[in-house]
């Protein structure tokens, strides 16, 4: 479980494992791709994501999408049958950034299921850095940025549009590659400053970036940029640069020759799936690994009972924090047999306050099995947006978290004495005027 932001990354962790990052290690452990965000941000001039076949290894392919949830038991039962998997990562098939809800609560649930496992994503940058300090909070020990460029012109020829999430429009040509540029520098940056592990990804696409790419690796050298895979394009038919070709091999040598004097290559790089599982080379396939993506895929968890219930609290014993500034969640289960009738079940951490009204989305998406929440305060948008997804809001004042559980999974309302006196804003106490994160108010108004 994450509590708090660190500065350095994952010390207890031994980040020799990683199979991509250090040559020795493909031999020993495999890594295991979870496929959970499907939308991308930039559309490359090389890429084609509309179709799959389960003998193509390459980026942006994938079988079936999971969501968090499903890619968190997917998890699970891979490591048990695979414990030579060392590294749980998410590289697609869009842009886990362009998917931040599905990539950081799959994050959340890897690290709280599996503490010693790593963690790694795969981006092309754009809309990365405003989620390093929580990338860094998690242990996510390794980033691969995806780094063709840093000159805007050659950038013009390669990305045919860039969305900025700010504006929510689509930039073309110079301004589209300038922006990308941008925050990929922005990213790197911060990335470093956490002490986070960064491989920069580059494609190497002949007559475009061929003879640009050793003075971009002088530069990502001087960011601090601990790893370079230049990786050859793959021509797709039908994508505008399918007529530049593949490099020879003699070009790519020359390039990693190049490079290789200002960062260290990898050379071993498999041009894995986005639901890869296995070791670099030697890939679970066929049913094994299909058959049960598929299965996870499939189980939905709309049809689930919501028996659960779901306590903001911040020692575990009163329920004493707001909707709105709750960090993780408490969640019990109803058990017959247990002397109060519930038990505990797990903690599950809060989505991130920058996502906006998503936020109450995806915390509906995380409680997924909870039928009642009970908070401090809660404000009337988030009450309402929680309530609609079907996860009852309970405010009450401070108070014993054991009585009230007892008397909700009883089916009975809380004890006069427990329940909130309405006011302020729309039915909290706070008024909107205590301030916290996000610039909402502390129960989410």
Request: proline share 6%; glycine share 8%; charged share 20%.
């Amino acid at each position: 479980m994450v509590t708090s932001p660190c500065s350095s990354v994952a010390n207890d962790l031994d980040l020799t494992r990683h199979p991509c990052f250090g040559a020795g290690a493909k031999q020993l452990y495999g890594r295991i791709h979870l496929p959970v965000a499907p939308r991308c941000n930039v559309q490359c001039n090389f890429c084609d994501r509309r179709y799959d076949c389960a003998n193509e290894s390459r980026p942006g392919v994938t079988s079936s999408m999971l969501k968090p949830q499903q890619a968190a038991d997917y998890l699970d039962e891979m490591l048990e049958k695979h414990p030579d998997i060392s590294v749980a990562g998410i590289a697609g098939p869009g842009d886990p950034f362009a998917n931040p809800i599905e990539t950081m609560t799959t994050l959340q649930l890897a690290r709280q299921r599996h503490p010693n496992l790593l963690l790694c994503v795969a981006s092309n940058g754009l809309d990365l850095a405003p989620y390093v300090d929580e990338l860094a909070a998690l242990e996510v020990s390794h980033v691969t940025v995806t780094v063709n460029t840093f000159d805007p012109k050659i950038g013009a020829k390669i990305y045919a549009w860039v969305r900025n999430r700010k504006t929510r429009m689509s930039l073309q040509g110079l301004r589209g590659a300038g922006l990308l540029i941008e925050r990929q520098r922005e990213a790197i940056r911060l990335l470093k400053e956490k002490k986070i592990i960064v491989k920069v990804n580059t494609i190497i696409m002949p007559g475009i970036n061929d003879a640009h790419v050793a003075e971009l690796s002088q530069e990502l050298h001087g960011m601090g940029v601990d790893l370079m895979n230049c990786m050859p394009l793959i021509p797709l038919r039908g994508t505008p640069l399918e007529v530049v070709g593949k490099p020879t091999d003699e070009l790519l040598s020359q390039v990693r020759s190049q490079t290789g004097e200002f960062i260290p290559q990898m050379a071993h790089c498999a041009h894995c799936r986005a639901d890869a599982v296995g070791k670099l080379g030697n890939e679970l396939t066929g049913p094994e690994k299909n058959s049960l993506l598929e299965l996870y895929a499939k189980k939905s968890r709309e049809n689930q009972p919501r028996r659960c219930i779901a306590v903001a609290t911040s020692g575990g014993l009163q329920v004493d924090q707001a909707l709105g500034e709750a960090q993780r969640f408490v969640v019990f289960a109803p058990d017959p047999q247990a002397m109060m009738g519930f038990v505990f079940q797990e903690i599950r951490l809060a989505p991130n306050p920058s996502l906006g009204v998503e936020r109450w989305r995806a915390l509906a998406d995380v409680l997924y099995d909870c039928k009642t929440v009970l908070v401090s305060a809660a404000g009337v948008g988030p009450r309402a947006v929680m309530e609609e997804l079907g996860v009852n809001v309970a405010e009450m004042e401070r108070g014993p978290v054991e009585e009230a559980l007892q008397a909700l999974f009883a089916g009975e309302t809380l004890p006069a004495f427990m329940q909130r006196i309405k006011s302020g804003c729309g039915g909290s106490s706070c008024g909107g005027n205590k301030k916290r994160r996000g610039g909402e108010g502390c129960c989410g108004c």
